[in-house]
């Protein structure tokens, strides 16, 4: 099949950009999105041309570095799947495709369609983790949870840090990824230690590094590849305020 | 003229890669030692890139009263056909547990619960004993992300989106002291000085048509390490797993559908739905190990038996589609996005390159024969033998992650940083900048790939022979050449073209040194299948070693081959028991973990 591509092109970081045009010619249906445009890549190099920068690895929705806007959405338009996932068969002969890297100011471009992520780091510093050693014997079993709280524990914990929550937000907020973490670590007794350090901190640190405040779109949840819920935001504003009144602030 | 672009970084230690190997490195090292100064470089996302994240199975790990190390120990020695090193197993089985139980309590792992609260165990393929480990099938998330948690809340200094180029040596050539490192983001040389440098980024036979591996990987690690003249073995030992998906015309062909299927009981069809397991290993069908299922479906496929589009089919849909919905989510789902059914069809899958088995040759305390080179996870060899058991991979990057981390805080204390060869490294920077050229047409990089991937595919694959290796051999070097000669098109900014030939070359000297070795060994054992030497004969066992021949000249490193008998230190094939352990008594489970 043939397809129109228009693609965000920016040489570097203070660079303009601005959206290029290509052809996909004779691409199979079955192909993914990224082949696709691999596929534009060793034919821009054939021409001796810049190819096109973008993230990827696993290509499995596993590893979170894919991040495309296709057509205006965060990871294309499959419900729950990343870009590495979308396939061309969900687009028709001819078609136009506009592809856009993350836009939000806490993950400013690199080039091209490759931004820089690393905003989502530091938030995990500030609190995203457990401190403390649970010591006990030193027996793989020791820790028991009950199966219905793991398993919460576990939906939450599927995020794979990708950022579509963030680029489909129109106050580019960070909630949906912190809530998640939160969640997920407030939900398990290796998180207990710093459960309300951890809120208080991450919150601060999203602040400072430009990412916006919440008004419950629901965008995020709708782009999410992990199908993530927006319930976990809830959950991140009760632990927050009894983190002030615990710190009686 | 290129030094005003080259920075240099002092640090005491310095990890290439962010796998499970490189991160519990950086951990054991950083909480051995706190006031030490390590950097973890990754060539992709830091805590995204590498395949300990693509875990979906799960990690072999005795816990459990019934089972024993000497039973782990076996089935790993026996699956890896008495070709691995004794004493590295026996690190993997013993520590296993206790790497667990840190994953858990000191990082915040949280693997799967039986209902009394104990962790679950499930069947992998090739064991006495269901001892694998896992969170649903998305067991590398969790690692991955509770250990980068770990690394970043640390203050670890972190550097992704780079990739290390080479390894330096010291002036006098005695050491190794630091790396040549380019940033794929925007193109600058960074030399970093440390006082031990760990090789952690993770194999990958990425080189084959079909792979399984992740993207980013090219075998970097064992090509630098062969360039810098660490002994390298096993190299012909490549494992292909049995069920890589098969969609069409799409890449996806090589991802793998995990081994649980088959541990699970599901069944393999040929094009004439017949269980051809039947004929090839009528006792552990199904779940017999890799090597056999794969080679078996790929000669199933070679004589006109396969499926439609080349392959055989894997069914599990016997087993209940919500047995299968529940246990395999990420399965179905995978299945699903090529419009494939998995819980109530027969989905078509293919054997697919999967894991180098063959590495840096590493001793005890993951040190390389180059004083100041450790070595772990999949660019160390020797631990898997001939196959490699699922589950073993990440029981060996974690395990021999936090032995390296310890031995390597434990070496750098008071000594001194050495200097590296600078002058050596400039030539590194002008070889490198010289592949890049804003004239040049580009178009051969991707015919080279083409044909190398070909070419290991069908000679170097699955089914091997003797004048078809030679001719792979010979070819594969004359590529190595002409690869030399290729310049990328482009900028220095995050160039995906230039990463490709710079893969490229690093993936033609592993392929030369696959090749050679799988036409030095005259017999058949584990993943290497020759049709030729269809026996297991070789008295005594070997590992047959590549080292890089002395000459001084880059562009053109010969390779020399030698061979080594396997030290039986523990148990013999013949079941007797070998030096180490004879007449000790028998170590009961989890006795053994020290503290
Ligand atoms: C699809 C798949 C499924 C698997 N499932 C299982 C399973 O269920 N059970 C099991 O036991 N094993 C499994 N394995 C094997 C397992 O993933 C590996 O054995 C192991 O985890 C490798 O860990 P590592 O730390 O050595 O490397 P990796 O985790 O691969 O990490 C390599 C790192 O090195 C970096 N790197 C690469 N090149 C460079 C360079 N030039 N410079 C700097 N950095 C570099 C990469 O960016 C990455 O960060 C699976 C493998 C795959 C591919
Ligand atoms: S490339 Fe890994 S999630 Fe898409």
Known sequence: MRLNLKIWRQAGPGAAGRLEDYTASDVSSDMSFLEMLDVVNDSLVRQGKDAIAFDSDCREGICGMCSLVINGVPHGPDRGTTVCQLHLRRFKEGDTITVEPWRARAFPVIKDLVVDRSAFDRIIIAGGYVSVNCGGAPDGNAILIPKEISETAMDSAACIGCGACVAACKNASAHLFMSAKISHLSLLPQGQVERYRRVVAMIEQADADGFGSCSNEGECEAVCPKEISISNIARMTREYVRAMLVAGK | ?595
């Open chain 2, 1 to 595: 003229m290129t030094s005003e672009r080259v920075d240099v970084l002092r640090t005491d230690i310095l990890i290439l890669g962010s796998g499970g190997a490189g991160l519990l490195a950086a951990l054991h090292a950083f909480d051995a030692d706190s006031t030490l100064d390590i950097t973890v470089v990754a060539k992709g996302l830091f805590g995204k890139s590498g395949c300990t994240r693509l875990v979906q199975g799960g990690y072999n790990v005795v816990l459990n009263r019934e089972d024993s190390f000497e039973r782990h120990f076996l089935d790993t020695v026996k699956a890896g056909q008495f070709l691995n090193d004794q004493e590295l197993v026996w690190t993997l089985v013993t520590q296993a547990p206790r790497c667990v139980y840190e994953l858990e309590h000191t990082f915040g792992c949280f693997f799967d619960r039986n209902a009394d609260n104990t962790i679950h165990q499930k069947a992998f393929a090739g064991q006495s004993f269901d001892r694998t480990v896992h969170k649903g099938d998305l067991t590398g998330i969790e690692i991955m992300n509770r250990l980068s948690e770990q690394v970043m809340r640390r203050g670890i200094r972190i550097v992704e989106e780079h990739r290390a180029l080479d390894l330096l040596p010291d002036a006098s050539g005695r050491r190794i002291a630091g790396a040549l490192i380019h940033s794929v983001r925007d193109g600058r040389y960074l030399v970093v000085r440390a006082k031990a440098v760990l090789l952690a980024t993770g194999g990958g036979p990425t080189m084959y048509r079909v792979t399984a591996a992740s993207a980013d990987k090219s075998m970097d690690g064992i090509a630098m390490a062969f360039r810098a003249g660490a002994d390298i073995c096993d190299m012909e030992m490549v494992q292909f797993h049995p069920t890589g998906l098969l969609a069409a015309a799409s890449l996806m062909t090589g991802t793998v559908l995990e081994e649980g299927l088959r541990g699970a009981g599901g069944y393999l069809y040929n094009g004439r739905r017949e269980r051809f397991m039947e004929r090839y290993d009528p006792a552990r069908m199904e779940r017999s190990t890799r090597d056999v299922v794969a080679r078996s479906s790929y000669l199933e496929i070679m004589e006109g038996r396969g499926s439609p589009n080349s392959g055989v089919f894997i069914d599990v849909s016997h087993l209940g589609a919500a047995f299968v919905e529940q246990n395999f989510p990420g399965m179905v789902k995978r299945c699903r996005s090529v419009g494939l059914d998995l819980a109530r069809t027969p989905v078509e899958v293919t054997p697919t390159a999967h894991f180098q088995m063959g590495g840096v040759k590493i001793g005890p305390d993951c040190a390389s024969s180059l004083d100041g080179l450790y070595v772990a996870g999949e660019d160390a060899g020797t631990v898997h033998g001939a196959n490699r058991l699922g589950g073993n991979g990440v029981a060996e990057s974690t395990v021999f992650g936090c032995v390296a981390g310890d031995a390597m805080a434990a070496r750098v204390t008071g000594e001194r940083l050495p200097e590296v060869d600078m002058p050596l490294a400039a030539a590194m920077v002008g070889r490198t900048r010289k592949s890049l050229s804003p004239t040049a047409d580009g178009r051969d990089i991707y015919e080279v790939r083409g044909e190398m991937q070909r070419l290991m595919w069908e000679q170097v694959g699955l089914v091997r022979n003797g004048r078809a290796l030679a001719a792979a051999a010979a070819r594969v070097r004359e590529l190595r050449a002409r690869a030399e000669d290729l310049r990328a098109p482009g900028s220095e900014m995050f160039n995906p073209g230039w990463q490709d030939l710079l893969n490229l070359r690093n993936h033609l000297v592993v392929s030369e040194m696959i090749a050679r070795s799988a036409l030095a060994r005259e017999e058949s054992r584990g993943s290497h299948f020759r049709r030729d030497f269809t026996d297991t004969r070789e008295d005594p066992v070997s590992n047959i070693f590549v080292r890089r021949r002395n000459n001084g000249n880059d562009e053109n490193d010969e390779m020399d081959l030698y061979r080594k008998p396997v030290r039986f230190s523990r148990v013999r094939p013949d079941g007797s028991m070998g030096g180490a352990v004879a007449g000790a008594p028998e170590p009961a489970p989890l006795a053994d973990q020290g503290e």
